[in-house]
């Protein structure tokens, strides 16, 4: 079934729900360990859960419906300007991502590669370098400053094989659940 692009499509889709879900138990089990003054395992957990997200995009980036750079690349052929290209862009930005103000944030949420490296990934990296510092992260202004910010998207280069890339994350999450359970 390798040969199937359906397969590989619900094999990417998957085991980057599966890498997710060990993510948010790793951020989970970081902030604990924040709270026990356990510094160095809070450090540990955070940089797992970085490298498993920068995994999830690369997979991700093999699918080309998966990937924020097309959507931004769509919403800016809209415009006949370059004001207007980057507005469209902000607001392509802005629809995966704080789109539906305080109540709704994150509605239009997409799990998709350029957002998980570019977005998600950088925003848990500033929380916890916050707490670190022991202040308060100031997630609104980066997120809008990230969302008005034209041409700031770094480039992924997707997995060779997809089959392999998804066996070898999946058992890269395996070791890291436990390091989670401990």
């Given at each position: 079934?390798?040969?199937?692009?359906?397969?590989?499509?619900d094999?990417?889709?998957?085991?980057?729900?599966?890498?997710?879900?060990?993510?948010?138990?790793?951020?989970?089990?970081?902030?604990?360990?924040?709270?026990?003054?356990?510094?160095?395992?809070?450090?540990?957990l955070?940089?797992?859960?970085?490298?498993?997200?920068?995994?999830?995009?690369?997979?991700?980036?093999?699918?080309?419906?998966?990937?924020?750079?097309?959507?931004?690349?769509?919403?800016?052929?809209?415009?006949?300007?370059?004001?207007?290209?980057?507005?469209?862009?902000?607001?392509?930005?802005?629809?995966v991502?704080?789109?539906?103000?305080?109540?709704?944030?994150?509605?239009?949420?997409?799990?998709?590669?350029?957002?998980?490296?570019?977005?998600?990934?950088?925003?848990?990296?500033?929380?916890?370098?916050?707490?670190?510092?022991?202040?308060?992260?100031?997630?609104?202004?980066?997120?809008?400053e990230?969302?008005?910010?034209?041409?700031?998207?770094?480039?992924?280069?997707?997995?060779?094989?997809?089959?392999?890339?998804?066996?070898?994350?999946?058992?890269?999450?395996?070791?890291?659940?436990?390091?989670?359970?401990?």
């Amino acid at each position: 079934m390798k040969g199937s692009q359906l397969y590989r499509n619900d094999l990417i889709e998957l085991v980057v729900q599966y890498t997710g879900v060990t993510v948010d138990s790793l951020l989970r089990k970081a902030g604990e360990f924040y709270r026990q003054s356990k510094f160095g395992l809070q450090d540990t957990l955070v940089a797992q859960s970085l490298k498993l997200m920068n995994r999830m995009d690369e997979l991700l980036a093999s699918r080309n419906d998966r990937r924020l750079e097309r959507w931004i690349d769509d919403a800016r052929q809209w415009g006949n300007s370059e004001k207007e290209k980057n507005y469209y862009e902000m607001d392509a930005k802005r629809q995966v991502t704080v789109w539906g103000g305080p109540v709704l944030s994150e509605y239009a949420a997409k799990v998709w590669s350029g957002l998980i490296r570019d977005y998600y990934a950088q925003r848990w990296k500033l929380y916890y370098q916050a707490l670190k510092e022991y202040s308060k992260p100031d997630l609104t202004d980066w997120q809008e400053e990230w969302i008005t910010t034209p041409g700031n998207l770094s480039r992924q280069v997707p997995v060779r094989d997809v089959v392999t890339g998804a066996s070898d994350l999946k058992k890269e999450v395996d070791g890291s659940k436990r390091v989670c359970s401990r």
